[in-house]
């Protein structure tokens, strides 16, 4: 078999950056960590940029794949890897000023990250079982490591410990499952399982696919399978935090659109009404328990918890419409949540305060981070003119069209509620009296960028999702079940 | 169409919006810019507005000055805008109520650019509900309205102390939102619902009012009446909240009281007005069987509003609170127009709507002119305020005379006509409907004899009058009161084609 290596440049040179991050690390004189600091946040982002830029430039016209099938080179996957990277740049600049006061390992940070990447990238290229796996793995270790990295912080080792142990039990679940699924269809490549999984009711097919749901529903954060994430979102250092948020939650819906696209062309009734049930579960879990949180990264873990199960809302749909609507919903997503972790590290960073209670009077410390971390919340809340609003819009639209109204409906109804503890962030921003005098906080040139740009992209999405759907459309058509347009 | 006519309504949404951006790049210390951008920003909305006001031409029905664009092609979502003639009335109110509004907010000392810049997102949610004719731009600027709202009134807003209890402003801030935007989740399910069920593949009113009449005998497969009659529940109530739906209306009074000035003006005078709106423009227009089917429960709720909100309004001690509880009270007069069913009770909904619209908003600044003076609204502390303040006691009397329908006002003819469209149709509930338009006499002439002309107790005469400012603001709002009492006819005429088009989906 021909392997044709340059399909496979964006990634080798993502590996290739993750190791120069660390030797730049290496090389660079210990004594002044600031500007060290500095200069490997610099060679990541520049790295991932330039990654994403040949990605692009270097896209084949039309769907590749490599090794039998093991792994797709099409626009499905080029517009996840473009949104990642993306991400990974975001998160970089996000966390310069955090990693020079808290974590002070900025080699083994910023290249995990982009090793982090990586696995997703892989994720939302793999056609097999088993590379999905591996890469997958690759993204949960980097993770593992990054959630611990706070030496000396208690909650940072509880969390990484708790992470691990689940992490470990899930990946073995899946493992399981894989297995089984393999004993019965003699093989892993997507499109080869074919029909067979969803005609054939034998016991070990059934007890195989649930396993496999078990394990992607852990990365996930589906409900029953949640209860890891509000601790380790809480205990990780709140960049990392944003990275599981939004470059793990992508990844693994990334691979299961593609899981549930190639392997069956037909309907999959029996397992829709299995998903429609998790769905609705994990929205209602997560937004009636984000009622009482106090913590805003607690807040933020079941707000993203009940934001999974919105997407999921749209996976359950199984149309094109659906999985138009849920790449729209995470790109949207990535640029919301990451504009809304990007206030809370820098506030963070500044004052080493993250409870919602301590945002009183951030509308006078810093009129930019309030307004951006307002927008943030209405967004998430789907309020227009921000992403939220059209992004759920199509959601629960293309759900109700594919006979899911009671999801929509329910959907729509926890999404109201969701706005209250939205508000009362910002309410603590703009209207609760801090008990001292709030201290101007002085935003850097690169924060205060990036704040604008995420700003900027999620009204973008809200007012013009014109290109964006397009270019989502383009990258469904990829899928089998979904070739050939609507 | 010329240039002018082909842009001008998508400009009535830019304009605030761009005035928005304008204001957020303004350093913050330039106060005075801000003010003097803000009311040009509104003088061009209110000449914008009378502009469609006059353009629109009176003996053709259906849509006009229609604006295409493509906007989000997966589900079919245009960027359509047009008027019809209830629709050239409710611009027209907007513009002149965010004019007189952006002079009053000129007032606002606290944080004066973001309050303007909150204050124009507002108003350009407001237009774009009034002009879109795609059901999901005619949301997404509804919801677009409410945004700003928790900051206008959590921020700027002020306190009530009541003898036993507290209202603090975040309540009503926050009980007006959430009541608002869970309502909005039935009107987001019944948008849903509808776009599935016609499955035309598009949000685009006038096509989906075509294929509801195409129902019956037309041949088409239509919105079957079973569906109608589900539907049509979710509308009513979800628009019916924001019209101050009784037994929903609690939000309002608490809400509009806890309001800046402007806010208040804007909320009470416009954006109630966006409910009855929807009520014919979703409910009417595309669910004609289900509106005949629950015509008589919304008849009898816009008759207990009234009634109620009556009975409410004279039992407060807060000045703005009785202003908020006859807001409930005239809003019902709206809701038993559109229930009647028939062309002149559906016209004086129409201008009932306008007249209230610009009623309420001279009441509101009234009433917040007396606060920031007085720091008090307690009735039973305000007294004799005729001898100190007589241009402001002007503009309150002749809110309460339009309220209490005295003729040659705008709120006499509106009245008059929901009157003989509901006698016409349901003469019982006609006959409560003026016993309300009775009561509402009682408590405003009971407010103007104690507050303005009561006893002098000496305490209030070292306050001053209105401001020229202040005074051309309110006189604004005063010229439309007055030209509709005297010469309604142009306003009729405007209506009317609105009317036809509302009648025909009725099959009436």
């Known amino acids: 078999?021909?392997?044709?290596?340059?399909?496979?440049?964006?990634?080798?040179?993502?590996?290739?950056?993750?190791?120069?991050?660390?030797?730049?690390?290496?090389?660079?004189?210990?004594?002044?960590?600031?500007?060290?600091?500095?200069?490997?946040?610099?060679?990541?982002?520049?790295?991932?940029?330039?990654?994403?830029?040949?990605?692009?430039?270097?896209?084949?016209?039309?769907?590749?794949?490599?090794?039998?099938?093991?792994?797709?080179?099409?626009?499905?996957?080029?517009?996840?890897?473009?949104?990642?990277?993306?991400?990974?740049?975001?998160?970089?600049?996000?966390?310069?000023?955090?990693?020079?006061?808290?974590?002070?390992?900025?080699?083994?940070?910023?290249?995990?990250?982009?090793?982090?990447?990586?696995?997703?990238?892989?994720?939302?290229?793999?056609?097999?079982?088993?590379?999905?796996?591996?890469?997958?793995?690759?993204?949960?270790?980097?993770?593992?490591?990054?959630?611990?990295?706070?030496?000396?912080?208690?909650?940072?080792?509880?969390?990484?410990?708790?992470?691990?142990?689940?992490?470990?039990?899930?990946?073995?679940?899946?493992?399981?499952?894989?297995?089984?699924?393999?004993?019965?269809?003699g093989t892993t490549v997507f499109r080869e399982m074919g029909p067979g999984l969803a005609i054939n009711f034998s016991p070990t097919v059934i007890v195989g696919f649930a396993m496999l749901l078990a394990g992607i529903g852990f990365k996930l954060a589906l409900v029953p399978f949640h209860l890891w994430a509000p601790d380790v979102y809480e205990g990780a250092p709140t960049p990392i935090t944003a990275l599981v948020a939004v470059l793990?939650?992508?990844?693994?819906?990334?691979?299961?659109?593609?899981?549930?696209?190639?392997?069956?062309?037909?309907?999959?009734?029996?397992?829709?009404?299995?998903l429609a049930v998790l769905a609705a579960a994990t929205m209602t879990v997560g937004t009636l328990t984000a009622l009482v949180q106090r913590n805003i990264k607690r807040l933020l873990a079941y707000s993203s918890i009940a934001q999974v199960g919105f997407v999921m809302v749209g996976v359950v749909a199984m149309t094109e419409a659906g999985a138009n609507a849920v790449l729209l919903h995470l790109v949207g997503y990535a640029f919301t949540n990451l504009a809304a972790f990007a206030v809370v590290v820098t506030v963070e960073a500044k004052t080493r305060k993250e409870e919602i209670a301590d945002y009183a009077g951030l509308s006078t410390a810093s009129p930019l981070m309030a307004m951006v971390l307002t927008?943030?919340?209405?967004?998430?809340?789907?309020?227009?003119?921000?992403?939220?609003?059209?992004?759920?819009?199509?959601?629960?639209?293309?759900?109700?069209?594919?006979?899911?109204?009671?999801?929509?409906?329910?959907?729509?109804?926890?999404?109201?509620?969701?706005?209250?503890?939205?508000?009362?962030?910002?309410?603590?921003?703009?209207?609760?009296?801090?008990?001292?005098?709030?201290?101007?906080?002085?935003?850097?040139?690169?924060?205060?960028?990036?704040?604008?740009?995420?700003l900027a992209g999620t009204i973008a999405v809200g007012v013009y999702p014109g290109p964006l759907a397009a270019a989502v459309d383009a990258a469904t058509d990829a899928l089998r079940a979904y070739a050939g347009g609507a | 169409m010329s240039f002018f006519e082909r842009h001008i309504l998508e400009t009535l949404i830019y304009l605030p919006m761009l005035t928005a951006a304008?204001?957020?790049?303004?350093?913050?210390?330039?106060?005075a810019a801000a003010r003097w951008l803000s009311v040009a920003s509104g003088l061009a909305l209110l000449v914008g507005s009378l502009y469609?006001?006059?353009?629109?031409?009176?003996?053709?029905?259906?849509?006009?000055?229609?604006?295409?664009?493509?906007?989000?092609?997966?589900?079919?979502?245009?960027?359509?805008?047009?008027?019809?003639?209830?629709?050239?009335?409710?611009?027209?109110?907007?513009?002149?109520?965010?004019?007189?509004?952006?002079?009053?907010?000129?007032?606002?000392?606290?944080?004066?650019?973001?309050?303007?810049?909150?204050?124009?997102?507002?108003?350009?949610?407001?237009y774009g509900t009034f002009v879109s004719i795609d059901l999901f731009f005619f949301f997404f600027f509804y919801e677009l309205a409410i945004v700003p709202m928790y900051l206008l009134i959590g921020v700027w807003g002020s306190s009530t102390k009541f003898k036993t209890f507290d209202r603090p402003k975040e309540y009503g801030a926050m009980k007006l939102v959430l009541m608002i935007v869970a309502a909005s989740l039935l009107?987001?399910?019944?948008?849903?619902?509808?776009?599935?069920?016609?499955?035309?593949?598009?949000?685009?009113?006038?096509?989906?009012?075509?294929?509801?009449?195409?129902?019956?005998?037309?041949?088409?497969?239509?919105?079957?009446?079973?569906?109608?009659?589900?539907?049509?529940?979710?509308?009513?109530?979800?628009?019916?909240?924001?019209?101050?739906?009784?037994?929903?209306?609690?939000?309002?009074?608490?809400?509009?009281?806890?309001?800046?000035?402007?806010?208040?003006?804007?909320?009470?005078?416009?954006?109630?007005?966006?409910?009855?709106?929807?009520?014919?423009?979703?409910g009417m227009l595309l669910l004609p069987e289900g509106m005949q089917d629950w015509a008589l429960v919304l008849f009898i709720?816009?008759?207990?509003?009234?009634?109620?909100?009556?009975?409410?309004?004279?039992?407060?001690?807060?000045?703005?609170?009785?202003?908020?509880?006859?807001?409930?009270?005239?809003?019902?007069?709206?809701?038993?127009?559109?229930?009647?069913?028939?062309?002149?009770?559906?016209?004086?909904?129409?201008?009932?709507?306008?007249?209230?619209?610009?009623?309420?908003?001279?009441?509101?600044?009234?009433v917040g002119a007396i606060y920031e003076r007085t720091h008090t609204r307690d009735i039973f502390v305000l007294n004799g305020l005729a001898s100190r303040m007589g241009w402001i006691t002007a503009f309150f009397v002749i809110a309460g005379l339009t309220s209490l329908g005295l003729p040659g006002l705008s709120g006499f003819i509106a009245e008059l006509l929901v009157f003989i469209g509901a006698f016409r149709t349901q003469p019982i509930l006609g006959v409560l409907g003026v016993i309300g338009a009775l009561l509402t006499a009682v408590y405003i002439l009971r407010l103007v004899g104690r507050v303005f002309y009561g006893?002098?107790?000496?305490?209030?005469?070292?306050?001053?009058?209105?401001?020229?400012?202040?005074?051309?603001?309110?006189?604004?709002?005063?010229?439309?009161?007055?030209?509709?009492?005297?010469?309604?006819?142009?306003?009729?005429?405007?209506?009317?084609?609105?009317?036809d088009l509302v009648l025909a989906a009725l099959g009436a």
């Open chain 2, 455 to 499: 006893e002098r107790s000496g305490e209030w005469d070292g306050v001053r009058d209105l401001s020229a400012r202040e005074g051309f603001a309110m006189g604004v709002l005063v010229v439309p009161i007055v030209v509709v009492g005297v010469y309604p006819g142009p306003f009729l005429d405007v209506i009317a084609p609105g009317v």
């Open chain 2, 301 to 366: 709720l816009g008759t207990v509003n009234v009634i109620y909100g009556a009975i409410s309004a004279m039992a407060q001690t807060d000045l703005k609170y009785v202003v908020g509880y006859s807001s409930v009270s005239h809003m019902g007069y709206v809701l038993m127009g559109i229930a009647t069913m028939d062309p002149v009770g559906i016209t004086g909904a129409a201008l009932q709507m306008f007249s209230h619209g610009v009623m309420t908003a001279l009441f509101f600044a009234v």
């Open chain 1, 1 to 185: 078999m021909r392997v044709d290596f340059s399909l496979l440049l964006p990634e080798m040179l993502l590996a290739g950056l993750g190791f120069l991050v660390l030797i730049v690390d290496l090389v660079l004189p210990q004594e002044r960590p600031e500007r060290r600091n500095k200069a490997v946040a610099a060679v990541a982002v520049a790295g991932m940029a330039a990654v994403a830029a040949m990605a692009l430039a270097t896209a084949p016209d039309r769907t590749e794949s490599v090794y039998g099938g093991l792994l797709f080179i099409d626009a499905y996957a080029l517009l996840f890897k473009t949104l990642f990277l993306g991400v990974g740049i975001a998160v970089v600049l996000m966390s310069v000023e955090y990693v020079g006061r808290v974590i002070r390992h900025p080699g083994e940070f910023y290249g995990l990250i982009v090793f982090a990447v990586l696995g997703a990238n892989l994720m939302a290229s793999a056609g097999e079982l088993l590379t999905a796996y591996i890469a997958l793995e690759l993204l949960s270790f980097c993770l593992f490591v990054l959630v611990g990295l706070t030496r000396g912080d208690r909650r940072s080792a509880e969390a990484s410990t708790k992470y691990i142990l689940l992490g470990a039990i899930s990946s073995a679940v899946l493992l399981y499952g894989i297995s089984l699924l393999y004993g019965t269809m």
């Open chain 1, 375 to 454: 927008a943030a919340m209405f967004s998430l809340a789907g309020l227009p003119i921000f992403a939220g609003f059209i992004t759920k819009f199509y959601l629960f639209t293309a759900a109700a069209d594919a006979g899911y109204l009671w999801l929509a409906a329910l959907a729509i109804t926890n999404s109201v509620i969701s706005l209250y503890y939205y508000l009362r962030v910002v309410r603590e921003m703009y209207i609760s009296e801090p008990e001292v005098e709030p201290e101007r906080i002085r935003l850097s040139p690169s924060s205060a960028g990036a704040l604008w740009v995420l």
């Open chain 2, 187 to 282: 009107v987001w399910v019944a948008i849903i619902v509808m776009y599935n069920e016609a499955g035309l593949g598009t949000f685009s009113i006038p096509a989906l009012s075509e294929f509801a009449l195409s129902g019956g005998e037309g041949g088409g497969p239509g919105f079957s009446p079973e569906f109608q009659r589900v539907v049509f529940p979710l509308v009513m109530v979800g628009f019916g909240l924001l019209a101050g739906l009784w037994p929903l209306h609690t939000w309002s009074p608490d809400g509009h009281v806890a309001a800046p000035t402007t806010v208040s003006m804007l909320h009470a005078g416009v954006l109630m007005k966006l409910g009855a709106f929807g009520i014919i423009r979703v």
């Open chain 2, 22 to 31: 304008v204001l957020v790049a303004l350093p913050f210390g330039a106060r």
């Open chain 2, 52 to 126: 469609v006001f006059f353009v629109f031409d009176r003996s053709v029905d259906g849509f006009q000055l229609v604006r295409v664009l493509p906007w989000f092609d997966p589900l079919g979502i245009d960027f359509r805008l047009g008027v019809d003639g209830v629709a050239v009335l409710m611009v027209l109110l907007t513009g002149i109520v965010a004019f007189a509004g952006t002079i009053i907010a000129a007032n606002v000392e606290r944080e004066t650019k973001s309050y303007y810049v909150l204050l124009f997102i507002l108003i350009a949610g407001v």
């Open chain 1, 248 to 274: 793990s939650k992508a990844a693994t819906f990334a691979l299961l659109l593609r899981f549930l696209a190639e392997v069956s062309t037909g309907r999959f009734d029996q397992w829709q009404l299995a």
